[in-house]
């Protein structure tokens, strides 16, 4: 899974609320589909941008995170070099793409049968589902060291 890092947290957070106020959503283009608002946040490359890049080569997002060679010289390539280096994985770009991560679905509480990776507001509630995730185990990182005071406030 992503590196739990704030910046993760606060990307997919960004991501969702922005897909949530938008009407731009749209599956089979590839700078406005799932991958694509998150390549959008962390680039902030326009969809036509993104999508332009995509069509470089051939494929959706798996065939091309299949292909992906960080030396190619393709734009989508350095595109994706840029997502992994933000701390995602290629396993968490395909799983967002058909929202697949198996640790994921296993943590939304609302009972779905099986989340379709075209609708919108399945989307929603994989990345806010993925969001949690990563909350929780960043909080499960903060210890707080033994807190002693030097004149406690006796109260009585």
Same mark, same amino acid.
């Given at each position: 899974?992503?590196?739990?890092?704030?910046?993760?947290?606060?990307?997919? #957070?960004?991501?969702?609320?922005?897909?949530?106020?938008?009407?731009?959503?749209?599956?089979?283009?590839? !700078?406005?589909?799932?991958?694509?608002?998150?390549?959008?946040?962390?680039?902030?490359? #326009?969809?036509?941008?993104?999508?332009?890049?995509?069509?470089? #080569?051939?494929?959706?997002?798996?065939?091309?995170?299949?292909?992906?060679?960080?030396?190619? !010289?393709?734009?989508?390539?350095?595109?994706?070099?840029?997502?992994?280096?933000?701390?995602?994985?290629?396993?968490?770009?395909?799983?967002?793409?058909?929202?697949?991560?198996?640790?994921?679905?296993?943590?939304?509480?609302?009972?779905?049968?099986?989340?379709?990776?075209?609708?919108?507001?399945?989307?929603?509630?994989?990345?806010?589902?993925?969001?949690?995730?990563?909350?929780?185990?960043?909080?499960?990182?903060? #210890?707080?060291?033994?807190?002693?005071?030097?004149?406690?406030?006796?109260?009585?």
């Amino acid at each position: 899974m992503a590196q739990i890092t704030f910046e993760i947290l606060t990307i997919l #957070r960004n991501t969702a609320h922005r897909l949530e106020k938008t009407t731009e959503y749209q599956w089979g283009h590839m !700078g406005c589909c799932n991958c694509g608002f998150l390549a959008q946040e962390i680039s902030h490359l #326009r969809k036509e941008e993104i999508h332009a890049r995509a069509l470089q #080569r051939s494929g959706d997002w798996a065939e091309q995170l299949n292909d992906y060679c960080p030396q190619s !010289g393709f734009q989508m390539d350095d595109l994706i070099s840029e997502m992994l280096s933000f701390g995602f994985d290629r396993c968490d770009l395909k799983n967002l793409e058909k929202l697949s991560d198996p640790a994921i679905l296993k943590s939304i509480s609302t009972p779905v049968k099986h989340l379709k990776h075209n609708v919108k507001k399945d989307v929603l509630l994989y990345l806010y589902a993925w969001a949690e995730i990563i909350e929780a185990k960043l909080l499960d990182e903060v #210890r707080l060291g033994s807190l002693e005071m030097e004149n406690p406030l006796v109260l009585g």
